[in-house]
């Protein structure tokens, strides 16, 4: 068993807020990139200059890449053998994103109800999710989502019947409905199997995978590269003023799932995919 | 690309001149609003009661920025997403606000508000806070402080870079740009 103070999360997830909100991951940038050298229209290649120019000042000068500096998603992946001392785990973690947020300079996006609204003040509550891993480690990840792309996110019960083709149309048709909305170029996290709330937590862990990455499964790996060539032949492109580059990623997440179902969430993001991650 | 530099205040006869596509340079006073703000300002008027800033030939900044830290004007203050104003942007067209600036679809309801009224409709590169924050000279909050980030703000910028996404007579970049790209790229 090895003990670990709640208040070690509380500075790590503080740290973890500010620097995921001014440091884009460097594989996220390095796609950016990738994509400027292939597009040839004007409009495009000028968006994709200012974009690059954007997420180099925000590293230099340390200030938010975006102004929606999203709502603090939280992961914890525990180790069973790790005890957690001094307070309360939740209000740990929302203690680190209060401190974040304040001393970052970032925008507090959150209201206290979705009905009746009244922001929170602080951009608490994080949204929460744990999980029990072997080990006595604990890893976490921050990853701010912004709403502009969380909108166009979509999930849908598949028949069985539906098939590949099914989720093929299906992710086509949400990049499609998205449009210029989500600030494209966009990455694109889908969810395969499951149960409902399952599958859509698929889609967002794939929003947290490297882009240089793919699904440790051939057949997915293969759909990806598909699925992400298909969508950059959607024309939408850098802001949907038309181009080459909609989608700069695409990753699948699967698990098993009933034998009456097929669920398959989209969970889309900009081309501002924040996440950090540490490990205690 | 040239980008054409354009003063405000936006007149009809200034807006007229603009067409989808085109690539501007941005200079002169805005006002920010997005969802709380629009709401507020709306209520207002349809209870016959004045708005925090004049709108005549105005132009709005869907935005809600980061703090400013100290020293700077501004924070990170890229466009939101302008679809959500638009059960709002036909009243404030109105009431003589002419020019938006935001990203993302527009309704019919509001392009056939624009084509009335000579409305402009500009698009900043979302999730470019950074950058857009440097075109930003002054920042001055106007009115419903308790919105925080969603408070009504008088801005000064110069220079802000914008693509004219739906014109006033309702040419649509979206559209365009898109069945362009697709043309050309035909199979």
């Known amino acids: 068993m090895r003990e670990i103070e709640v ?35 004007e409009i495009a290649k000028g968006v994709l200059d200012n974009i690059i120019e954007n997420f180099d000042i925000a590293d230099s000068e340390n200030v938010p890449i975006c102004q929606d500096t999203g709502m603090a998603c939280v992961f914890l992946e525990i180790g069973q053998d790790v005890h957690f001392t001094g307070g309360d785990l939740n209000d740990a973690i929302n203690e680190g994103v209060r401190r974040g947020y304040d001393k970052g300079y970032l925008r507090k996006s959150v209201v206290k109800d979705p009905v009746r609204r009244g922001n929170t003040g602080d951009n608490t509550p994080a949204m929460i999710y744990t999980e029990i891993v072997p080990g006595d480690q604990v890893k976490i990840t921050v990853g701010p989502k912004g709403f502009g792309s969380e909108n166009m996110s979509q999930i849908r019960m598949f028949k069985p ?31 395969i199997g499951g149960t409902f709330d399952k599958c859509a937590l698929l889609a967002k862990k794939a929003l947290m995978r490297p882009l240089n990455t793919e699904n440790p499964d051939p057949y997915y790996a293969d759909l990806e590269k598909e699925m992400l060539e298909k969508i950059n032949k959607l024309g939408i492109g850098p802001q949907g003023f038309g181009g080459k580059t909609t989608a700069i990623g695409l990753n699948i997440e699967t698990m098993p799932t009933h034998i009456a179902g097929m669920p398959c969430a989209v969970n889309i993001n900009c081309h501002v ?3 950090k991650t540490e490990v205690l | 690309m040239e980008r054409r530099k354009i003063t405000l205040p936006l007149t009809r006869e ?6 989808a596509g085109d690539q501007v340079l941005l200079t002169g006073t805005i006002y920010t609003s997005r969802d709380a703000g629009h709401k507020r300002m709306c209520e207002a008027l349809a209870k016959g009661e004045k708005i925090p800033f004049d709108p005549t030939d105005a132009t709005i900044y869907y935005v809600g920025p980061t703090p400013a830290k100290p020293g700077e004007v501004i924070g990170s203050a890229g466009p939101t997403t302008s679809g959500r104003m638009d059960a709002y942007a036909p009243t404030m067209m109105s009431v003589g606000a002419r020019g938006m600036i935001g990203k993302g679809a527009r309704l019919p309801e509001v392009v056939e508000a624009m084509k009335k009224y000579d409305g402009v409709y500009f698009g900043a590169i979302g999730g470019a806070g950074a950058l857009l924050a440097k075109c930003i000279k002054k920042a001055e909050l106007i009115a419903y402080e308790d919105l925080g980030a969603e408070a009504l703000r008088k801005l000064y910028v110069e220079d802000m870079p914008l693509v004219v996404i739906i014109d006033s007579e309702g040419n649509n970049l979206y559209e365009e740009g898109r069945a362009e790209y697709l043309k050309d790229h035909a199979e």
């Open chain 1, 161 to 191: 019947s539906a098939g590949l083709q099914g989720i093929k149309d299906f992710i086509l048709e949400a990049v499609e409905t998205a449009g210029p909305n989500p600030c494209p170029p966009m990455v694109v996290g889908v969810g």
């Open chain 1, 273 to 275: 995919t924040r996440h």
């Open chain 1, 7 to 41: 208040n070690r999360l509380t500075e790590v997830i503080e740290k973890l807020c500010i620097e995921a909100n001014e440091h884009l991951p460097e594989d996220v940038k390095d796609a950016i990139k990738t994509c400027r050298a292939c597009e040839d229209g």
């Open chain 2, 14 to 19: 200034l807006a007229r001149t603009l067409h």
